[in-house]
């Protein structure tokens, strides 16, 4: 496919339609805005960016979706999210992570957890992100066959985890249990262009070495992504060190799970050591921010991870310890903490945090090819923030309204593969009052 030059020429054919914008931001180039800017869209995919003078006169048939008081962005990237867990938005909150997992959640997941709790939270889950701007997800939970069809069924983009666990749950008996469903599913679904997979091992203190040490094996024949809880707590140190002598970054180490096929989820308790390592190794980090604030992990140490070359995206965590499933908010909340944290304001600046919202989740799933930046030949996965509200005036520069100002209240509409599953803040494909019936309902379960 030809594509318009994005320095202003065009190519010959015929795209379905333009969508123009009074800013884009590619994203990559790094720190590049383009102002009256058209994205040209054909089959799904990104056919080039023009000036939309330019783009209207080479196409003047093409429809166009006007959007003069707009910034346009590749969808956001939720990097770490356990989707169906928006059914327990709010049921435990303010207690640490052990607590919270022993006495509440995991009580709940051994009575409640099914293929249909999975599809319903997961359908509500996608509503909330697609609201929200966030066109791809990663996601961490059982029963991942309903979560991948709530997923299609919403018109969203996600990677599937292949989670494992050494305990038997209502999904699975035992390690090979989980790992021959998780590859069996893979196998069934490998073709849907709007699903991927990682391979999803909950924890160090819930997975052992046998089970690490197979999934490093698959992961490097199938070329898929490692998706790990990773030292969120001390706790979990300290029971690392108590049961296998070493840190568990060291214990994944030296079972060669250390590469850029690694997403360290959290990894807020780093030693200097530790974030070289995983910088040297090419990892990726999905930094939590507001869960880690909420279940008052600690504060993870973003800007020693950004200069070690340690790729860094964003994640919610679950409704359940988050209680929204924000990305925007998590790219706010992230670039304030950073500053924070270094002690210097000019840590984390906003086409950083936009960055780690987009393209560094989009490389830490292997999708970085695909998805995760305005570029042609990518799938066209979009969305438009308003900047025409009282608290978005004057803007000054759009991405740090994007970053500090706007809120996904803002997000007006929102294309994956082209297709437009967000128009004017209306869902496309999700009725709002059906969610809103099964949410009651799986409400009412929880509490009998």
């Known amino acids: 496919m030809k594509a318009d030059d994005p320095n202003g020429g065009a190519a010959d054919t015929q795209p379905d339609f333009a969508i123009e914008a009074r800013w884009v931001v590619p994203v990559e180039p790094d720190g590049v805005v383009l102002d009256d800017h058209a994205v040209l869209v054909r089959a799904g995919r ?18 166009r979706v006007a959007l003069p008081h707009h910034v346009l962005l590749p969808g956001l990237v ?3 999210t356990h989707a169906a867990m928006s059914l327990m938005r709010g049921l435990a909150d303010d207690k640490s992570l052990m607590v919270w997992l022993r006495d509440h959640i995991w009580p709940i997941e051994s009575r409640h957890t099914s293929q249909d709790m999975v ?8 509503a909330e992100m697609l609201r929200g701007g966030t066109t791809c997800a990663n996601d961490m939970y059982f029963f991942p066959e309903a979560a991948g069809r709530a997923f299609l069924a919403a018109g969203m983009r996600a ?8 305990f038997p749950t209502p999904y699975a008996a035992d390690p090979d249990d989980y790992l021959a469903k998780g590859l069996a599913l893979r196998d069934a679904l490998r073709e849907e262009p709007r699903l991927s997979f990682c391979f999803a091992p909950h924890a160090p203190y819930t997975v052992s070495d046998r089970t690490f040490g197979r999934i490093g094996t698959m992961a490097e024949e199938l070329d898929l992504p490692i998706h790990v809880h990773l030292h969120e707590t001390d706790d979990e140190i300290r029971e690392s060190i108590d049961r296998h002598g070493v840190r568990p970054i060291e214990r994944l ?13 959290h990894a807020v308790h780093l030693t200097e050591n530790e974030i070289e390592a995983l910088g040297v190794h090419g990892c990726s980090v999905a930094h939590c921010a507001s869960s880690n604030l909420k279940l008052a992990s600690g504060f993870a140490p973003t800007p020693a991870l950004l200069g070690a070359g340690v790729n860094l995206a964003l994640g919610t965590d679950g409704a359940a310890s988050n209680n ?5 908010q998590e790219a706010r909340t992230a670039a304030l903490l ?5 002690g210097d304001p000019q840590t984390m600046p906003a086409h950083t945090a936009l960055r780690c919202a987009t393209l560094a989740g989009a490389r830490a799933l292997g999708l970085e090819a695909v998805i995760g930046s305005i570029e042609p030949g990518k799938w066209a996965d979009l969305c438009a923030i308003s900047l025409d509200a009282i608290e978005t005036r004057p803007c000054f520069d759009p991405v740090s309204h994007v970053v500090y100002a706007a809120g996904r209240e803002h997000v007006t509409h929102v294309w994956v593969a082209g297709e437009a599953v967000l128009a004017e803040r209306a869902l496309a494909r999700l009725d709002p009052r059906d969610l809103e019936k099964l949410s009651l309902l799986w409400q009412n379960r929880f509490r009998e």
């Open 253 to 265: 180490r030296a079972l060669g799970l250390l590469s850029p096929r690694l997403i360290a989820v």
């Open 338 to 342: 950073a500053k924070a944290v270094a």
């Open 46 to 63: 990104i056919a080039g960016l023009a000036p939309i003078d330019a783009a209207r006169a080479r196409h003047p048939a093409a429809p």
């Open 119 to 126: 599809y319903d939270g997961t359908l509500l889950a996608a």
């Open 159 to 166: 990677a599937l985890g292949l989670i494992a666990v050494e």
């Open 78 to 80: 939720n990097a770490h």
């Open 324 to 328: 929204r499933l924000d990305i925007l």
